[in-house]
Every structure is written in structure tokens, then in C-alpha cells.
């Protein structure tokens, strides 16, 4: 059984999924988007528990796309979380955020983010952003092996 590679987009903000999604499509990205709108459910996907425990293991996160400020669990805490394990230490995380706060981007990359990006506010240039994290993290970049990743 291979891995299927997804995207696992944590944002709370439907109006900026809902962009995400369209412009992955845009940009003939076809894996499939897992949606979760918490850290807590964040977290269950990725570690196959609560909600997801009977979710299909193949389908492996090529990227987590981690918004900060969420409900339930911030994506900084969701972050340190998926770091400290070593089944998932090594899978890409990209904070993806309105918060231009110095002390945030700090924060994400001292957590172990591979990525920090700010939101742009217009619509056009989020999307533009998207499809070029998009096809960086789901073509361009190699990921290490699956028995390290």
C-alpha cells in the first residue's frame, strides 16, 4: 500500500480556505486538502487519534499548512507538538498567517516552523502566494524518507 501525500490545511477562517482551495485547483495541484479548523483536531488528524483514529493511515500530510491563532489548541503549541514526536519531527510545517508580529514569526521559527508566511490582504496575492507554496512544497521539495518522516 503506498502513501497518499495530502495537504493539511489548519485555518479556522473559511473565507482564507476557501481561497486556499481555489487556488490549488488553480494551479492544477491535485492532492487531496484535509481541512481541519482547530489545533485539537489538528492534532488528532496527525497523530491518528480522537476523531481521525480511523482515518487511512496511507494518507501520509506532504505539508501541514498552520495558521496561529485557532480555537482550541494555537498553532504555535500544535507546532511544538509535532516536532517533539519522532514520528513526525521531520514533516514540513508552514505557518501561514495574517500576524505580521515580530515576536511571532520569531515564535514559529524557534518552534521548528519550515516556513513562515504573512497573508497577503489582497485577495489576488493571496492567491498568487498559495499556488507558489503550493507547487513548492507538493513538486519542488524532497521530503526525507518515510522511515525518518
Same mark, same amino acid.
Given at each position: 500500500?503506498?502513501?497518499?501525500?495530502?495537504?493539511?490545511?489548519?485555518?479556522?477562517?473559511?473565507?482564507?480556505?476557501? %481561497?486556499?482551495?481555489?487556488? $490549488?485547483?488553480?494551479?492544477?495541484?491535485?492532492?487531496?486538502?484535509?481541512?481541519?479548523?482547530?489545533?485539537?483536531?489538528?492534532?488528532?488528524?496527525? $497523530?491518528?487519534?480522537?476523531?481521525?483514529?480511523?482515518?487511512?493511515?496511507?494518507?501520509?500530510?506532504?505539508?501541514?499548512?498552520?495558521?496561529?491563532?485557532?480555537?482550541?489548541?494555537?498553532?504555535?503549541?500544535? %507546532?511544538?507538538?509535532?516536532?517533539?514526536?519522532?514520528?513526525?519531527?521531520?514533516?514540513?510545517?508552514?505557518?501561514?498567517?495574517?500576524?505580521?508580529?515580530?515576536?511571532?514569526?520569531?515564535?514559529?521559527?524557534?518552534?521548528?516552523?519550515?516556513?513562515?508566511?504573512?497573508?497577503?490582504?489582497?485577495?489576488?496575492? $493571496?492567491?498568487?502566494?498559495?499556488?507558489? %507554496?503550493?507547487?513548492?512544497?507538493?513538486?519542488?521539495?524532497?521530503?526525507?524518507?518515510?522511515?525518518?518522516?
Amino acid at each position: 500500500m503506498s502513501e497518499q501525500h495530502v495537504i493539511l490545511l489548519v485555518e479556522d477562517n473559511s473565507i482564507d480556505e476557501e %481561497l486556499t482551495l481555489r487556488a $490549488f485547483k488553480k494551479s492544477n495541484i491535485a492532492n487531496k486538502v484535509v481541512v481541519v479548523r482547530d489545533g485539537a483536531a489538528a492534532l488528532d488528524y496527525v $497523530f491518528v487519534r480522537g476523531q481521525y483514529a480511523s482515518r487511512d493511515i496511507t494518507e501520509v500530510p506532504q505539508v501541514v499548512l498552520l495558521d496561529l491563532k485557532l480555537p482550541k489548541i494555537d498553532g504555535l503549541d500544535v %507546532l511544538r507538538a509535532i516536532r517533539a514526536d519522532e514520528r513526525t519531527c521531520h514533516l514540513p510545517v508552514v505557518i501561514l498567517t495574517s500576524s505580521k508580529e515580530d515576536r511571532d514569526l520569531i515564535s514559529g521559527y524557534e518552534s521548528g516552523a519550515n516556513s513562515y508566511i504573512v497573508k497577503p490582504v489582497d485577495f489576488t496575492q $493571496f492567491a498568487e502566494a498559495v499556488q507558489r %507554496l503550493g507547487v513548492y512544497w507538493m513538486v519542488l521539495n524532497q521530503r526525507p524518507p518515510a522511515s525518518i518522516a
